[in-house]
């Protein structure tokens, strides 16, 4: 028997449309002809699935008795003996009841696959095996039920159902997914805008996985052995080198360029297995390669660009990433151009990037101009052409001397005198000349193969020759210094350049500035410290063995910090640049002192306008129960004909005056503690529902006004029990009196992580956007127009309160209009939740 075809429908997320959209196929199977069946469908209450539902064959659910409670499982027994051609399986993830053939519903799919029979299915992505840990920590929430990835992946196709966050979002607001009350809950917790995105990315990658896997299985079917880009896949080269933190480094941001780019680090090995620079350090790059998201790979190969672009062309790579080689010039020069080169030749479609690294002298170093204009080894190579060139040239002149062949015998040597002062410089040079001009002497001149010189005119000669090579030689050597020169001013411009960009971009001035010094100059360390030994910045790792160089940042008769350089000495050049970056230190140091005491003032000023609204406040909100206090007192005193009802009316009045200004009181004296941040708390593990019903007892607040939906499963938040209760009081009494008078408040609880949220939900006219920020500023009112609310203290407080506890009080828009209060704080230890249950016991 031929087994069936399963097509998996992917979701990023309850919601998608995943059951839709198999319903839909079921109906057009159905109209071009085909047996099809519906075997079980979860609708979740939700009108518009169950409506596609309507027209088509559902084989009957079979029902199980499960603790007393009847559960509708899918009846794999009939759909087998109804054999259609097709069959629509809801919930490839789903766990059976006790009591059904199979314990999951994936196994019942396999039976009818086996049967012959095509399974339509849909599953979300955090059901899938593998990635139940990531989406665990993507949501906070872990799913018990999933379905193994090779069930998935065997799939004959995978199509993801996918749909934009924020109109999965738009369509749970609008009750499209869950009922009205889960809908707030939803939106906070599981259905983030953050975690929507995640989940949708996991969902899309891991599909883009699935059809690489099947491109790569049919390029192999059929022998296709060219590369298909069709992602970006960068391979870098590690020797075990130094450069390896840079290239993957540099590899890590190249494959970050493009939506799902893939880093892949190799080494290739010798057959001897003995080719490696640093195994210590090779350790320390597979670590970082896998820090980066990336996979570490080691083969072996003694042709090592060969392997390289073998390995990169079997992974379908894109970019090829080496680095520049570490041979000076003249190893270069006597053994090739290298492996770069090679593996360029060899690459083909796949883009090979040489990275420069400070092994290869690539990092910002200054050249030095002191002593001679031409290093050493251009020295000795020039020395070399000159011992060299002069016998040969001398032999191929000598074969073929004639009486006139004196002139271009002198400019033959001439033109090798210049050669040597091109490569060499002046004291090559020099020797040239001389040697030269005693060969003409001794093979050219009368008389011949001696060292004397008969007539006074070639004597004449052979001075202006030697005079002439002289000349061109300290030509050569000015321009080479000179060109080192110009190397030099544009290395300090580059410096100087690099250091401006680098604070411009927003990075530490100072950090930039000491991490430049020790690049440009070469030191093993460079540490700032202040006044007081403390270290400000630091770049490298300061030599314990050597006296380190101290300079003083700042004018010299007052610091505002020292310099420690570890390194060589500097010569004067270097050290007049390095003058200039310790100005720049200084500047950079005194515009930090300056913004921080600019922030200090601005402090000083909110401090003030704080201080002026809080006169404000007392004169416009103190004088109205102040002023009824004290007539009702007055009265009291002043009347002796007052009925009992008048008297009774008048100590209410001032009971109640007086009452609202030891509230006003309170509040201010809590606010200034709050405002410095001498706040007493004391945390303990606090059950939530206690500090909400003990929120309502002190609001009378009833059933008629208030609508519950506290978590029982909800572990004791680590929080402070008077201040919470007061922050709830707050939060409930604002919610209360913007809502309209026929919609009660709802306060629900949920647990997110290691987080737990109080969301007090009205139905009011809601808050602007722009403005959910600015209500928690000291002094502000709904309108600064009602002397009944008070002070506009209240949720200043509430938030201090919670900063306090470590938890925090943040405002969201209410789906359908209003505004929601979240009161997030986290969770207590299972210590301290076990502590708090057992007095619950006693």
Do not use: C
Request: charged letters at 20%.
């Amino acid at each position: 028997m031929t087994r069936g075809r399963l097509r998996v429908l992917l979701g990023a997320a309850p919601g998608v449309g995943k059951t839709f959209e198999m319903l839909a196929e079921g109906h057009r199977l159905a109209a071009e002809g085909q047996d099809m069946v519906v075997a079980i469908v979860e609708t979740h209450g939700r009108t518009a699935t169950a409506a596609q539902l309507v027209g088509l064959e559902q084989v009957p659910l079979r029902t199980v008795r499960h603790r007393e409670v009847e559960l509708r499982e899918l009846d794999l027994e009939a759909v087998l003996i109804r054999a259609p051609q097709v069959a629509l399986v809801d919930e490839l993830a789903h766990t059976n009841a006790p009591g059904t053939p199979h314990e999951k519903r994936w196994q019942d799919v396999e039976a009818m696959l086996d049967a012959g029979i095509d399974v339509i299915t849909t599953v979300n992505v955090q059901h899938i095996e593998s990635l139940n840990g990531v989406v665990e920590k993507i949501t906070g929430v872990a799913q018990q039920e999933t379905v193994p990835d090779e069930v998935v992946r065997a799939a004959d196709d995978v199509e993801v159902v996918d749909l934009a966050p924020q109109s999965l979002r738009d369509r749970l607001s609008a009750g499209s997914v869950y009922p009205a009350e889960r809908v707030d809950a939803a939106l906070s917790n599981y259905f983030r805008l953050g975690n929507l995105t995640a989940l949708r990315e996991l969902a899309l990658l891991w599909l883009a996985d699935e059809v690489d896997s099947a491109l790569r299985s049919y390029r192999t079917t059929h022998g296709i052995d060219a590369a298909w880009q069709t992602r970006e896949r960068v391979v870098v080269a590690l020797t075990g080198g130094p450069e390896g933190e840079t290239l993957l480094r540099r590899g890590a941001r190249i494959a970050a360029r493009s939506a799902g780019g893939e880093l892949m680090a190799v080494h290739v090995l010798a057959q001897d297995g003995l080719r490696a620079d640093a195994p210590g350090a090779l350790t320390a790059q597979q670590r970082l390669a896998t820090a980066l998201g990336g996979s570490y790979h080691q083969i072996v190969g003694d042709d090592v660009p060969e392997a390289l672009v073998d390995f990169a062309q079997s992974a379908d790579a894109t970019q090829l990433v080496i680095g520049v080689s570490r041979r000076g010039r003249l190893a270069a020069a006597l053994t090739g151009p290298g492996i770069g080169a090679e593996v360029i030749r060899r690459s083909g479609d796949i883009d090979v990037h040489i990275v420069s690294h400070a092994a290869a002298g690539g990092r910002v170093a200054l050249p030095r101009i002191t002593g001679g204009a031409l290093g050493w080894r251009r020295q000795l190579l020039g020395l070399a052409v000159a011992l060299v060139g002069g016998p040969l040239l001398s032999w191929m002149l000598y074969s073929l001397r004639s009486p006139a062949s004196i002139t271009s015998d002198v400019l033959a040597y001439q033109l090798l005198v210049v050669v040597v002062a091109l490569i060499g410089g002046i004291r090559p040079a020099l020797f040239a000349a001389v040697l030269s001009g005693l060969t003409l002497d001794y093979l050219f001149v009368e008389p011949l193969f001696t060292v004397t010189i008969s007539d006074p005119l070639h004597a004449l000669a052979l001075v202006l020759y030697v005079v002439i090579a002289v000349l061109v030689s300290i030509v050569v050597d000015q321009a080479a210094r000179r060109a080192r020169a110009a190397r030099r001013a544009s290395a300090e411009a580059e410096l100087l350049a690099a250091v401006a960009g680098s604070v411009l971009r927003g990075d530490s001035a100072p950090l930039a500035l000491v991490s430049r010094a020790r690049e440009t100059f070469g030191f093993s360390g460079v540490r700032l410290l202040g006044l007081d030994g403390t270290v400000i910045a630091t770049d490298g790792e300061p030599l314990p063995d050597q006296a380190p160089m101290i300079i003083p940042v700042g004018p010299h008769e007052a610091p505002r910090a020292f310099l420690e350089l570890h390194g060589s000495e500097l010569d004067a050049p270097a050290r007049r640049l390095l003058d200039a970056i310790v100005a720049q230190l200084a500047a950079a140091m005194e515009h930090t002192d300056l913004a921080a005491t600019a922030r200090r003032a601005d402090v000083l000023a909110e401090t003030d306008r704080v201080r002026s609204a809080l006169l404000s406040a007392i004169s416009h909100d103190l004088r109205r129960p102040l002023a009824a206090a004290m007539a009702a007192v007055g009265g009291l005193r002043g009347s002796t004909r007052l009925s009992p009802q008048d008297r009774a009316d008048l100590l209410e009045t001032a009971d109640e005056s007086l009452g609202t200004l030891s509230k006003l009181v309170t509040d201010l004296l809590d606010v200034s503690r709050v405002e410095a941040g001498v706040l007493a708390v004391s945390l303990a593990p606090i059950d939530a529902a206690d500090a909400v019903v003990a929120a309502l007892d002190e609001l009378a607040f009833g059933p008629d006004e208030v609508e519950l939906g506290l978590d029982a499963e909800l572990p004791p938040l680590h929080a402070d029990g008077v201040l919470l209760q007061r922050v709830l009081v707050n939060v409930l009494a604002n919610a209360h009196r913007h809502s309209p008078s026929d919609a009660r408040v709802m306060v629900t609880t949920s647990r997110l992580g290691a987080t737990a949220e109080i969301r007090i939900v009205d139905r009011g006219e809601g808050v602007p956007p722009e403005r959910q920020q600015s209500m928690f500023t000291p002094f502000q009112r709904e309108g600064d127009n009602d002397n009944t609310v008070g002070l506009g203290l209240g949720l200043a407080l509430s938030r201090g309160f919670m900063e306090g506890m470590g938890g925090s009080l943040t405002p969201e828009d209410t789906p359908g209009g209003g505004l929601t209060m979240v009161i997030a704080l986290p969770v207590a230890s299972d210590s301290a939740s076990d502590a708090v249950d057992a007095s619950g016991d006693a």
